[in-house]
């Protein structure tokens, strides 16, 4: 073999190595990734049944049931378009309640109920995960051509 031929058997060795690192980096990426929708992209039916996800918006007003256990909680989150039930076993963060943001993980189940396996709450009177304001935000957008603009008109 050739000099040139080594050189370039080389090069191209390495840069099928460099490929394949990335490649498995990516996927690794990939696997962890976790993406944010809304109660209207659930009820939209566009998020994957599979997969966790983030579900962020308003703790519903008089939708929070505490079972008998003590640890399970039963809530709705809201983007004040629709609702999507909740059900977390865990203890709750401090700043938890109605009427207030709350991001939570976890993974959609069959008959449209989102088991979290973590819930996150605000941290001051003012603040909302910006997720969670925005979906608000594009709600109420929405909400308000809907009943500007009604179907058929």
């Known amino acids: 073999m050739k000099k040139r031929q080594k ?53 519903e007003d008089g939708s929070v049931r505490r079972a008998e256990d003590g640890v399970t909680v039963h809530f709705r989150v809201t983007d004040t378009a629709v609702a999507v039930p909740v059900v977390y076993h865990g203890i709750l963060p401090n700043l938890f309640r109605e009427g207030q943001g709350v991001v939570a993980v976890g993974s959609l189940e069959d008959g449209g109920v989102f088991r979290a396996n973590q819930v996150m709450a605000r941290h001051d009177e003012t603040y909302m995960p910006p997720e969670a304001a925005e979906a608000i935000k594009r709600a109420q957008r929405e909400q308000a051509r809907t009943v500007s603009h009604p179907e058929g008109y």
């Open 7 to 59: 050189r370039l058997l080389l090069v191209v060795g390495g840069l099928a190595g460099v490929a394949v690192v990335a490649g498995l980096v990516l996927n690794a990426f990939r696997d962890n990734l976790v993406f944010f929708y809304t109660p209207s992209d659930i009820v939209a039916d566009i998020v994957p049944m599979e997969r966790t996800f983030r579900i962020g918006g308003l703790v």
